[in-house]
């Protein structure tokens, strides 16, 4: 299983974005699928996740009520909506597929990992 993100950028304070995870290799349907990030010099950390079925979605605090996670069955892909963007947004974001029920906020406990989109929020 392979994933791709993409869709990064530079953006101002309060812009909003899209990034996207094309899977390949696997269905999304037979993964939960989680976004993390990673600021400069800080670890990385859970920003937000999918269930199988999509019908669950789960949010970190500092991005609950702006970002959305979504998927996409037909083009196996995995989108994060993400509004109302603020300076402390500006990290390298990750998609991950994690393949059986695990805990959906642990890094360890998903399998798949996309390279890395960078957004960076301008203020």
């Known amino acids: 299983v392979q994933l791709q993100a993409s869709g990064g950028g530079l953006v101002q304070t309060g812009d909003s974005l899209r990034l996207s995870c094309a899977v390949s290799?696997?269905?999304?349907?037979?993964?939960?699928m989680g976004w993390f990030r990673q600021a400069p010099e800080k670890e990385r950390e859970f920003v937000a996740a999918?269930?199988?079925?999509?019908?669950?979605?789960h949010y970190a605090d500092p991005v609950e009520g702006r970002f959305t996670i979504s998927r996409d069955r037909f083009r196996n892909t995995v989108y994060l909506q993400m509004n109302s963007l603020k300076p402390e947004d500006t990290a390298v974001y990750y998609c991950?597929?994690?393949?059986?029920?695990?805990?959906?906020?642990?890094?360890?406990?998903?399998?798949?990992w996309g390279q890395g989109t960078l957004v960076t929020v301008s203020s």
């Open positions: 991950a597929g994690m393949p059986a029920p695990r805990n959906y906020y642990r890094e360890s406990d998903y399998d798949y």
């Open positions: 290799g696997g269905s999304i349907s037979n993964y939960a």
């Open positions: 999918s269930s199988w079925s999509g019908g669950s979605t």
